[in-house]
């Protein structure tokens, strides 16, 4: 049984959400093909904000035109708290209308999660730190937690990049080995732990979160870096000037969409106002190309 007070409280959160009013229409652009992988990703989404639920009227309109099967969370999941009210207040609500559907979200830890949330079934981690999953399509993706990348998780890690045998190789985690934000910037201590693996294994695309905007990393050894921090936190003005970026957006919060075929991922960053502020396809790099990268 619920108490009243419950009650209450998710009423007005309900009476909240119907206050930030419909979205604002989307061009959503991508093929959409019939038979390919179509996911979602949101980065510190947690915050229980106005732009938190803005961004998910956002995601939730962009699914009757792009039927996504999943969403990737690139973690700071539940900032300030992680009691029964933030999990309602900062996801179960917010993203209500998707989970009703029975769609499924894969969470990663961030910094400031804590590991507790490994143990929510809606996170979709097994109550693990790090885990693997594979949709379809020759697609395996792995989560990480970049908050203790300590031996046991690098270990896991070579042994499942080896027994994969999937064509595309994504991977998530909280933490940007690539970045051109002016507040973290690039953590070269994990670039320096995990690069050399993904490149002997053939990852094809890494997506991370932490810093509070977007940004698309030029092609990095054979790999594409995406950076999305932005579904509910925002640093305005934040990405430098660097021969990092291809393309950046940190004046708006955002979500991203992502269509994987057999050789070639398409995506989309979009803006809480309905905007498209990056969109592509890249081609999947070959294995020859893969390890003349893997080469020393």
């Known amino acids: 049984m619920h108490s009243r007070s419950h009650t209450r409280f ?6 909240f959400v119907g206050a930030i009013g419909a979205p604002a229409a989307q061009d959503v652009s991508l093929p959409n093909q019939p038979d390919s992988l179509k996911f979602a990703i949101i980065g510190d989404s947690g915050t229980g904000s106005s732009s938190q639920y803005k961004v998910a009227e956002m995601l939730i309109a962009a699914r009757a035109k792009f039927p996504y099967e999943f969403v990737l969370m690139m ?24 989970l009703d559907t029975g769609l499924k979200f894969y969470a990663a830890l961030g910094n400031h999660d804590n590991t507790d949330e490994k143990n929510y079934k809606p996170f979709n981690m097994g109550g693990q730190r790090y885990y693997t999953f594979k949709p379809k399509n020759g697609v395996r993706v792995f989560a990480l937690d970049t908050n203790y990348m300590d031996q046991p998780q690098l270990q896991w890690l070579e042994k499942e990049l080896t027994a994969s045998g999937s064509d595309w190789k994504v991977v998530f985690f909280h933490h940007p080995l690539y970045s051109s934000g002016g507040t973290h910037g690039s953590d070269f201590q994990l670039r320096a732990q995990l690069e050399p693996m993904f490149l002997k294994h053939g990852v094809d695309v890494v997506f991370s979160g932490h810093e509070h905007f ?13 950076t999305s921090g932005g579904a509910a936190k925002l640093r305005d003005g934040d990405v430098k000037k660097t021969e990092l970026t291809a393309k950046s957006f940190d004046s708006g919060y955002h979500f991203m969409l992502i269509e994987i075929t057999k050789d070639t991922m398409y995506f989309q960053a979009i803006s ?5 502020v990056d969109s592509g396809a890249l081609a999947r790099f070959s294995d020859q190309d893969k390890k003349k990268f893997a080469t020393p």
């Open 75 to 98: 973690g700071d999941n539940l900032y300030s708290g992680s009691g029964p009210k933030d999990y309602q207040k900062k996801f179960e609500v917010p993203y209500k209308a998707l």
């Open 10 to 15: 998710v009423i007005a959160l309900a009476l």
């Open 214 to 226: 977007y940004e698309r990393i030029k092609p990095q050894k054979g790999i594409y870096y995406f």
């Open 272 to 276: 809480d106002q309905g905007k498209i």
